[in-house]
């Protein structure tokens, strides 16, 4: 079974930058697209940021950065300029393409790493 344990968040004032960990088991890592997603309070846990098997970068959003270390079964969000609608708590899982949509891929997630930002 596939096990995803995040790390990294933190609080954090407005303007800075936080970098997260997710580190990956249980599945042959390296041919799976990953996602970072964000889960604010009340709302829809929504798709930030992706990398590709040849890590690869799709920004999401256009201040977070996904990559990845294939050896180490880890990926990285690198979130810069962080503001108070960054908060939330963020989650890592295997992504693929549906209708020109990422959608995850393993219905188990992590338990995330709470990001807060103070304005």
């Known amino acids: 079974q596939v096990q995803l344990v995040e790390s990294g968040g933190g609080l954090v004032q407005a303007g800075g930058s936080l970098r997260l960990s997710c580190i990956v088991s249980?599945?042959?890592?390296?041919?799976?697209?990953m996602g970072w997603y964000r889960q604010a309070p009340g709302k829809q846990r929504e798709l930030v940021a992706v990398?590709?098997?040849?890590n690869s970068p799709d920004s999401v959003k256009g201040r977070f950065t996904a990559s990845r270390d294939n050896a180490k079964k880890t990926v990285w969000l690198q979130m810069n300029s962080l503001k108070a609608e960054d908060t939330g708590v963020y989650y890592c899982?295997?992504?693929?393409?549906?209708?020109?949509?990422?959608?995850?891929?393993?219905?188990?997630w992590g338990q995330g790493t709470q990001v807060t930002v103070s304005s």
């Open positions: 990398v590709t098997t040849e």
């Open positions: 899982n295997a992504v693929r393409v549906v209708a020109y949509s990422y959608i995850h891929i393993f219905d188990h």
């Open positions: 249980g599945i042959d890592f390296s041919i799976y697209d």
